[in-house]
């Protein structure tokens, strides 16, 4: 065992600081080895058995710990009474079969305990008295059958319980009588039998988690349990791996009774949803139906912001009835799961005229023969718009004509055809577009005419036609972005870049020119190196002319990892400059040499004698 032991003290190693981890290092103690100025230790999966009062009595300066498997079964009086000043405690996964009254007591400044998976049986049995300032407790994964024992659980601070998987079936008025307003409580994959009426009558929280609690009863055997709460968040969805159960109107009546902003009912299934379904919660706000299934949806929710319907079935746009959500802001259609595509006609979401954030992204969008100024009509307050990963689609000449107040436009991984030079024209106040990978033609000196507000431009993955960054072309598209300072031409097949390219744009401050095929830097085409993070990374550069990163400023920096650089005379001037600047250079050890065997410029600069 002191074999081990002498073995495990050598692996202990310094991350940072008072940082130390001993992670999965057979130790059997706290080796005499790690300093007492640790603050934060983990010590996971090592084997302790029984925690003393003195086993980490030496380490008074601790303020996280974590004892992940552990293998603890007995935790005896006092052991932390020379760590006040530790917040954070992780005892997950151990066999915990004692722990003592007073085990705690010294913890008055603990924010944090994790006894997830650590064989409790009862509230009781956790000494929670002196953890006055304790905020979030993880109890998930035992076997705790009921709720006796949280009335002790008053502290003042306590904002988050979690009592994920474990056996409780009933839940008593009395239980929760000591608990404060605003807490988040999860009760997540217990398999509730019954709640006592009146049980939350009158109590306030922040969120209250009940997913997964339906195998025993039926939906409504909750909801009538919960009558007469308040909550922000309230969550009734399931897991994939859940039985599959429907959820029927009538068993959603008792939701009139309890005061929530937010549900969420994600993977459910409904049997036969109504207009009237919902009408009850006039507070509602946010309502999550991702995955339920659906391909039509009509349910009337007024005081409704916020819709999710992601990972659903709908066949057209139109199967949901936009009508009845006249203050929508936010709506969501992500990853439509019907696989001959989601139709958006004309004017399905024209009612819209609040919604300030749209996603249609990876949904298989159909959009007919042309688009989007009619599919998007009404839509005149929206900010931001994700097209990205849909099928293919034919532009209108101004696409969104309807949208003038667009800030944000994401087209990743889009096919479209153009119908006129300069489709965003309108889009005055546009400020991010995203056209990775759509094989945009930037050839077309129109393309970015009207985007005078943009400050970024994602144009990755798009092949510029005989590989060289031309001065004509691209300074004449970016006298259309003058306040352009986000410049991405990742992976576009760049072989040169001509000299005062991108002189234009005053404004630049990064500028990803990685993974394309440059076999020299320039960095003249740029305005000023003043201030600017070029990233240069995955190229073919072999030699480093100094001039081109001497102008770089005290808040510059290049990257110019995974290029193929000589390091010989040739490139002696930039490795002397690399000396005295590498706090410039970003993932410096990633920035190798081209020899057979790769050495990292770090090294070559701790060895140049020998090199040259
Ligand atoms: C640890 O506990 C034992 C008995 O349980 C006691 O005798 C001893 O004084 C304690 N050690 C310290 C350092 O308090
Ligand atoms: C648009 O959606 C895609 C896919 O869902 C996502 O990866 C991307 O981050 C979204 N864009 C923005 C700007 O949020
Ligand atoms: C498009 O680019 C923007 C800005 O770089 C980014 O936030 C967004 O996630 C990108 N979209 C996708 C699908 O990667
Ligand atoms: C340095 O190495 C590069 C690439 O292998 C080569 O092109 C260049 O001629 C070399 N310079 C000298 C002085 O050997």
Not at 518 to 535: D, E, M, R, V, W
């Amino acid at each position: 065992m002191n074999n081990i032991t002498l073995l495990a003290e050598i692996i202990v190693n310094v991350k940072n600081g008072d940082d130390w981890c001993c992670s999965d290092c057979f130790l059997r103690s706290v080796p005499d080895k790690l300093p007492s100025s640790v603050r934060t230790l983990d010590f996971s999966f090592n084997y302790l058995s029984s925690l003393y009062n003195t086993t980490f009595h030496r380490l008074n300066e601790l303020v996280s710990l974590d004892l992940t498997r552990c293998g603890i079964a007995f935790i005896y009086d006092d052991i932390f009474q020379n760590q006040q000043k530790l917040e954070h405690l992780i005892l997950t996964g151990n066999p915990i079969v004692f722990i003592a009254d007073t085990a705690f007591s010294a913890l008055i400044n603990l924010k944090y305990l994790s006894m997830v998976q650590a064989s409790v049986n009862k509230l009781t049995d956790i000494p929670i008295a002196n953890l006055n300032n304790l905020e979030i407790l993880d109890l998930s994964g035992n076997d705790i059958q009921s709720l006796k024992g949280l009335d002790n659980f008053y502290q003042e601070r306590l904002k988050k319980l979690r009592l994920d998987k474990n056996s409780i079936e009933k839940i008593e008025r009395d239980d929760l009588r000591a608990l404060k307003d605003g807490m988040d409580i999860s009760f997540k994959g217990n398999d509730i039998v019954s709640i006592e009426a009146g049980a939350f009558e009158a109590l306030k929280f922040h969120s209250l988690d009940f997913s997964d609690c339906f195998n025993k009863v039926d939906i409504s055997v909750i909801l009538t349990g919960l009558r007469g709460v308040t909550t922000n968040i309230l969550k009734l969805g399931v897991y994939k791996d859940s039985p599959k159960t429907f959820i029927q109107s009538l068993s959603l009546q008792n939701l009139s009774d309890v005061t929530v902003q937010e549900i969420n009912f994600q993977l459910q299934h409904f049997k036969d949803l109504k207009t009237t379904t919902f009408e009850g919660l006039t507070n509602l706000e946010r309502l999550d139906f991702t995955r339920t299934h659906m391909s039509f949806l009509n349910i009337h929710i007024s005081s409704l912001i916020h819709l999710v319907l992601n990972e659903n079935n709908f066949e057209d746009i139109c199967n949901i009835s936009m009508a009845n959500f006249s203050d929508l802001t936010h709506l969501s259609i992500r990853g439509n799961l019907w696989s001959k595509g989601l139709t958006l006609q004309k004017s399905c979401l024209a009612s819209l005229s609040l919604l300030e954030r749209l996603d249609l992204s990876h949904s298989n969008l159909k959009t007919g023969a042309s688009c989007c100024a009619n599919q998007l009509s009404g839509l005149s307050n929206l900010k931001h718009l994700n097209l990205s990963y849909n099928f293919a689609m034919q532009w209108d000449p101004l696409p969104f004509n309807a949208t003038p107040q667009l800030r944000l436009l994401d087209c990743s991984h889009l096919y479209f055809t153009l119908n006129s030079s300069a489709p965003f024209q309108n889009l005055l106040l546009l400020e991010t577009l995203n056209l990775s990978y759509t094989s945009v033609d930037l050839s077309n000196l129109h393309l970015f005419e009207g985007l005078k507000k943009l400050r970024l431009l994602n144009l990755k993955g798009n092949i510029i036609q005989g590989g060289t960054v031309t001065e004509t072309t691209f300074s004449a598209h970016f006298l259309n972005t003058p306040l352009l300072q986000n410049l991405i031409l990742s992976a576009c097949g760049i072989t040169s870049i001509e000299k005062k390219a991108f002189q234009v744009l005053s404004q630049l401050v990064y500028a990803d020119l990685s993974e394309n095929e440059l076999l020299l830097l320039t960095t003249s085409a740029f305005f000023s190196l003043k201030q600017i993070h070029l990233n240069f990374a995955r190229n073919t550069i072999v030699t480093v002319e100094v001039r081109d990163v001497e102008d770089l400023g005290e808040n510059s920096s290049i990257d110019l990892s995974h290029n193929p650089l000589a390091c010989n005379c040739t490139n002696i001037q930039f490795i002397n400059w690399v000396k005295a600047n590498g706090r410039k250079m970003k993932h410096l050890e990633e920035t190798v040499c081209a020899a057979t065997k790769p050495k990292s410029i770090d090294y070559i600069i701790s060895n140049t004698a020998t090199h040259f």
